[in-house]
């Protein structure tokens, strides 16, 4: 083989290394462009969607917030409770400040507000009725729901009901009667001021007070 062949398989070894080189690179480029581009679209599909009051929230004060079993989103603001389908809101409990809201095991809606006291959804009409058994001054803190551990109602749903300066109160989920306990019982909390309460799986009650937990 001359010198002059030798010469022009070497070019053509060359040229195609550097062929397999831009091909590599660009293959390169359209795998990162692909991973890039689902990147972004998993980005903006895990953005947030911000609510305002244009948005029809009664105020840009928000304490709490639930969903119900028919899918709606409730939310407790500082002038009411608003309820969004998932395209507007609906003003409930106008002027009226929402602290707390809770969805129990059977799908009722538990609403603490400053004025009413405890209400509770009235599915039928849309309204909301009266739950209160202590004075409806007194206000709700917290509220909770657990299951009964034995007795005459085991394994049935209990709510728990914490308020500020009025103590705590239990009743059966169905029920309308309830029992008060204050720091006055043997087997009271240690304040009647309950701050946060939380249901174990064992269906032990923690209980927490301007003192700590109990």
């Known amino acids: 083989m001359s010198i002059a062949d030798r010469i022009l398989l070497r070019e053509r070894a060359q040229r195609a290394e550097r062929c397999h080189i831009i091909l590599s690179s660009i293959v390169l480029l359209v795998l990162l462009g692909l991973f890039c581009e689902r990147s972004e679209s998993q980005v903006r599909r895990d953005q947030f969607v911000h609510f305002s009051m244009e948005d029809g929230l009664s105020s840009f004060r928000v304490f709490s917030v639930a969903q119900d079993s028919t899918g709606f989103l409730w939310v407790a603001t500082l002038s ?15 002027s009226d400040a929402v602290k707390n809201l809770l969805v129990d095991s059977r799908g009722g809606l538990w609403v603490s507000t400053s004025q009413k006291g405890l209400v509770k959804l009235n599915t039928d009409d849309e309204t909301f009725v009266s739950q209160n058994h202590t004075s409806k001054n007194i206000q709700v803190s917290t509220i909770c729901e657990s299951r009964t551990a034995g007795g005459a109602f085991h394994d049935q749903p209990v709510l728990w009901i914490g308020t ?9 989920t169905g029920a309308d009667s309830c029992i008060h306990f204050s720091r006055r019982d043997n087997n009271g909390p240690s304040s009647d001021t309950i701050t946060a309460l939380a249901a174990g799986a064992d269906g032990k009650l923690w209980i927490g007070t301007p003192s700590g937990i109990e």
């Open 164 to 172: 500020r300066g009025g103590g705590l109160e239990r009743r059966l």
């Open 80 to 94: 009411g409770l608003d309820r969004y389908d998932g395209n507007s809101f609906k003003t409930f409990l106008r």
